[in-house]
């Protein structure tokens, strides 16, 4: 472990700037994205957060609790977030000799050996790079853990003097870190964990380096352990424990942008949301065993009759299969429907996940039969659709019916309420930006 650092690599507002990046005007302007349906806000540029606007804030309530202010907001549009952050990513992977992605926004570098170089002008020049390629700007935290590192990424973020990059490397600055460092704001310290230890009056991560080793151990758990272990400077948290392990279940589910009362509605987005779970286990290499829907009232409208209900189906042959998985889901979803009802949220569960190939078939299956040909035609979609763009090829049940088309088939955007989405402009052949 000798003269290894870790890097911390955080986009700064990632959504906010995945928008910037493509509307450079709105550089220095109030900017929100919003949730699903336009709901609320989830993502924040720094003069949004300057001017109290508060994550989770009803999209609706801005115009009347920030009056005469200007404020652009933007649907979210993930898509455009997860190609943009996978550029960013691939950028990143080719300047370090080893890389591991953590999550949308996040990745830690292994900097082994790298000690003769001046680590703080590679973060520095490292974010110049990005910046110039993507117009996305980044925050680098440098330390000898991964934890110390996050805590890094956090200070290149707040204070501008450290020109994006962080670097602690000697024990003088990691105890003035810690001793600035609140303990909520610590990687691995929940909410019930702070609670916890500001009773025994533990305010920053400096407060809780200093308890006793044996002390944590006997009042949390391992996991607050290794966390107190790497605020001291072991580096301890295991690669796989950052990573993208795999899922043990996988699930999709939305707020409808109406209330509805058909089956035959509810069924497409039902159908959507099962078509998405297929596609996530596709992509970490899983099938699964068992396939779940619930469907629910507005329990917020109390005038209103409410129900709710949870229906599974079992699958002879564990599988990943968008066909498979769709019609799993509507079974499950007929038995749970009940007429009369205005439903407001539908959700698809799979379960029982196991590796795709270890699969036990079973003879009476009709699907066992027909797996290698419906493996086949979920590869070509799956290509189809990452070369032109989401949901470009989907299965006839998943297409919506505008409203007065006489059965037209409507995309699936359609479905969500996305009024203020900006253009797929780096995955969608029609909104490549034209150049005038």
Request: glycine share 6%.
């Amino acid at each position: 472990m000798e003269g290894r650092y870790w890097v911390l690599v955080d986009v700064d507002n990632c959504y906010v700037s995945c928008e910037r990046s493509f509307r450079p005007d709105l550089n220095g302007k109030v900017v929100v994205v919003l949730s699903n349906n336009d709901g609320c806000v989830v993502a924040r540029s720094n003069e949004a957060k300057k001017l109290g606007i508060k994550e989770g804030t009803p999209f609706f309530q801005l115009a009347q609790l920030f009056p005469g202010k200007e404020i652009y907001a933007f649907s979210s549009n993930y898509e455009l977030y997860a190609d943009m952050t996978r550029r960013l990513m691939n950028i990143v992977r080719a300047h370090c000799p080893e890389f591991h992605r953590y999550s949308i926004d996040e990745g830690f570098c292994v900097l082994d050996g790298m000690d003769h170089m001046d680590l703080k002008t590679w973060g520095e020049n490292l974010h110049k790079t990005i910046l110039r390629g993507l117009g996305m700007p980044v925050s680098i935290g440098i330390a000898r853990t991964k934890t110390l590192a996050k805590m890094a990424s956090k200070f290149a973020k707040r204070y501008p003097g450290y020109h994006h990059c962080c670097m602690i490397d000697t024990d003088e600055k990691r105890l003035k870190a810690l001793s600035l460092f609140p303990i909520g704001d610590v990687w691995g310290i929940g909410r019930r964990w702070e609670y916890k230890l500001q009773q025994y009056q533990v305010q920053t991560a400096l407060d809780f380096a200093k308890m006793s080793r044996s002390f944590v151990r006997s009042s949390f758990n391992v996991f607050a352990e290794r966390t107190w272990m790497e605020l001291n400077g072991q580096d301890c948290i295991p690669i796989d424990d950052m990573e993208h392990v795999t899922k043990k279940s996988v699930c999709t589910s939305r707020s409808f942008p109406n209330m509805l009362t058909e089956m035959n509605d509810i069924r497409t987005h039902v159908a959507n949301y099962a078509a998405r779970c297929a596609a996530k286990l596709r992509q970490q290499h899983s099938v699964a065993g068992f396939v779940s829907v619930f469907i629910d009232t507005n329990h917020f409208r109390e005038d209103l009759p409410q129900y709710g209900m949870y229906k599974t189906k079992r699958l002879l042959t564990p599988s990943n299969s968008t066909q498979t998985i769709v019609d799993a889901a509507i079974d499950c979803l007929k038995r749970a429907y009940i007429a009369g009802f205005q439903y407001k949220r539908a959700g698809v569960l799979v379960m029982d996940l196991c590796p795709d190939n270890a699969i036990q078939t079973n003879l009476i299956d009709f699907h066992a039969a027909n797996y290698a040909k419906m493996r086949k035609v979920d590869e070509a979609i799956d290509k189809i659709n990452r070369i032109q763009g989401k949901e470009t090829v989907v299965l006839g049940s998943q297409q919506y019916t505008k409203k007065g088309g006489k059965g037209k088939a409507g995309h699936f955007a359609d479905a969500i309420k996305r009024d203020l989405k900006s253009p797929c402009y780096t995955t969608r052949w029609s909104d490549i930006i034209k150049v005038k």
